[in-house]
């Protein structure tokens, strides 16, 4: 069984990640890929619930260092029940959000010492890294734009805009770092135009 491979998108809040997630799949399983959606935090029971202590509005204040522990735990619930045994399986692992998300919110949202992001990175997940990351990247407004039609803001949402510039700059940094595995795809653009450049670092990808 060839392993199959794990591409990750990610991107400030409403740049379309869930949208282009759909038509990621669609793309891969029209070549006859066989895939399997996910999103981080979640994707297992427990991360699911882990997940929604984190978005959680009302929840007493979490600290920088919980709320960092609380990612990595879900993370490492979700690598050994869900992405590991669908690499091994050889499906395509499309996931919504993985650690370069821990990069941008935790170390350049809340300020978190990278050197301790990189140690639970290595002790969490071994050597497991994306093989392919998409990062749609708009101006913040654009995205609290469109996520704000939705109602009633999550913990990470109700952040002031000074917080979102931090955490694209940070994403914009991991891009820097790691210009094979990360690909830019600009999200401030019409839909089918956003997807045409998505097809497109994909065919590269694939040859
Ligand atoms: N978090 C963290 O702190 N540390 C970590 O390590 C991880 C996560 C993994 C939950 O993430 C929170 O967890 C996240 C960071 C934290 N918080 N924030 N912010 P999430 O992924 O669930 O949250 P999100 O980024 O807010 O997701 P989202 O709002 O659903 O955004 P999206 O998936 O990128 O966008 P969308 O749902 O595809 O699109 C939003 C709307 O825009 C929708 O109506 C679309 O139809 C529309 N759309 C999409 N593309 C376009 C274009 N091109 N033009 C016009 N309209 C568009």
Not at 18 to 32: C, G, I, W
Not at 59 to 75: D, G, K, M, P, Y
Not at 152 to 174: M, P
Request: aromatic fraction near 6%.
């Amino acid at each position: 069984m060839i392993r199959g491979k794990f591409i990750t998108l990610e991107g400030t809040e409403g740049v379309g990640k869930s949208t282009n997630l759909l038509f990621l799949k669609d793309f891969l399983e029209h070549r006859k890929i066989p895939t399997v959606i996910t999103r981080e935090p979640g994707g297992t029971l427990l991360a699911e619930k882990i997940r929604h202590l984190l978005l959680d509005p009302d929840s007493e204040t979490i600290t920088e260092t919980a709320e960092l522990l609380l990612v990595f735990a879900a993370r490492a619930q979700h690598i050994k029940h869900v992405i590991e045994p669908a690499l091994a399986q050889g499906n395509w692992v499309l996931c919504d959000r993985f650690t370069d998300a821990t990069y941008a919110y935790q170390g350049g949202g809340r300020n978190m010492k990278i050197s301790t992001i990189e140690w639970l990175e290595t002790t969490i997940q071994g050597p497991l890294r994306p093989d392919l990351t998409l990062l749609l990247d708009a101006p913040i407004e654009v995205g609290m734009d469109r996520a704000q039609k939705r109602g009633k803001l999550d913990r990470f949402e109700a952040e002031r805009l000074v917080f979102f510039e931090r955490v694209r700059r940070a994403y914009l940094l991991q891009l820097e770092l790691n210009p094979e595995r990360i690909k830019l795809i600009k999200a401030n653009q019409d839909l089918p135009d956003v997807q045409r450049s998505i097809a497109d670092a994909l065919r590269v990808f694939l040859r």
